[in-house]
C-alpha cells in the first residue's frame, strides 16, 4: 500500500541550528512533492513544491531535496529562528487529482 | 491569503444528526478538496471536485457526500453524523494543472459529534 512516513513526530532545536526534517514515502512515484506550514489552530500553508526531475529547490533560509531513488525528501530550516515553530507536513501528488499528505513533524525551536 | 470561508468554524451535534459545512472561496479556482484531520493520521482527502458538478472520493469518503453546484461553493454533508466523524475539516482549493498543483486552505471546521 502507498504510505508518507514522517519520521519524527517531535523535533526540537536550538534557535540558530539548521534544523532538518524528513519525509519518506512507498509504492508512490510521484511527479512532485510539497512541504507545508501549520501552525495550531490555523490551515496549512503552502511552502515550497520540487519536481521529479529536480534535486534541490530553495527559497529564503528554506531547502528541500528530493531523492526519487531513496523515496526521500529532506526539508531544511537554516538559522532557525523561534517564529519557525510549527508542524511541518509532505505531500505528495500521486495520481491526477489527489494531493496525499504524511501525517506531520511538529519542530520546536528553543530559544 | 487566498479567498476561503468554510462555515461553521465550529459546530456541537448529535449522532444520527445530519450536518452540512460549506466552503466558499472567491478565487474561482477550478478544484476543490474537503480533508480531515485527525491526530496520528494528518490531513485525509475525503472528496473532491474538479468542476462544477465534477466530483470524486478520496481515500475516506464512506458516511459523506459532496456538492457543487457553483464554483465558488463546495458543500460537505454527513447524512447521519457519527462520533467517529468528530474531527476538524479542512477546505481547500487550487487552480490544478502541472504547474504547481499547491494547495490554498481555509481556516477549517471543528466539528464535534456527542
Known amino acids: 500500500s502507498q504510505k508518507i512516513e514522517q519520521n519524527s513526530e517531535a523535533l526540537n532545536i536550538q534557535e540558530g541550528k539548521t534544523a532538518t526534517l524528513t519525509c519518506n514515502y512507498t509504492n508512490y512515484s510521484p511527479a512532485y512533492l510539497q512541504w507545508y506550514r501549520q501552525d495550531p489552530g490555523r490551515g496549512p500553508v503552502f511552502l515550497l513544491l520540487i519536481r521529479e526531475n529536480e534535486k534541490e529547490k530553495r527559497k529564503e533560509r528554506l531547502k528541500v531535496t528530493f531523492d526519487t531513488t531513496l523515496k526521500q525528501s529532506l526539508f531544511h530550516i537554516t538559522a532557525s529562528q523561534p517564529a519557525d515553530s510549527a508542524t511541518y507536513l509532505c505531500a505528495l501528488r500521486g495520481s491526477a487529482r489527489q494531493l496525499t499528505f504524511g501525517s506531520g513533524t511538529q519542530l520546536t525551536v528553543l530559544p | 491569503d487566498a479567498g476561503i470561508t468554510q462555515s461553521p468554524r465550529h459546530k456541537v451535534t448529535e449522532t444520527g444528526t445530519p450536518v452540512t459545512l460549506r466552503c466558499h472561496q472567491t478565487?474561482?479556482?477550478?478544484?476543490m478538496y474537503w480533508y480531515r484531520q485527525d491526530p496520528g493520521h494528518g490531513l485525509r482527502l475525503i472528496h473532491y471536485s474538479y468542476g462544477v458538478k465534477d466530483t470524486d472520493k478520496g481515500e475516506v469518503s464512506d458516511g459523506y457526500s459532496v456538492s457543487r453546484s457553483k464554483t465558488e461553493d463546495f458543500l460537505l454533508t454527513l447524512e447521519s453524523a457519527t462520533s467517529s466523524q468528530t474531527s476538524v475539516y479542512f477546505c481547500?482549493?487550487?487552480?490544478?494543472?502541472?504547474?504547481?498543483?499547491?494547495?490554498?486552505f481555509g481556516e477549517g471546521s471543528r466539528l464535534t459529534v456527542l
Open positions: 481547500a482549493i487550487s487552480e490544478g494543472g502541472a504547474n504547481t498543483g499547491e494547495l490554498f
Open positions: 478565487e474561482n479556482h477550478r478544484y
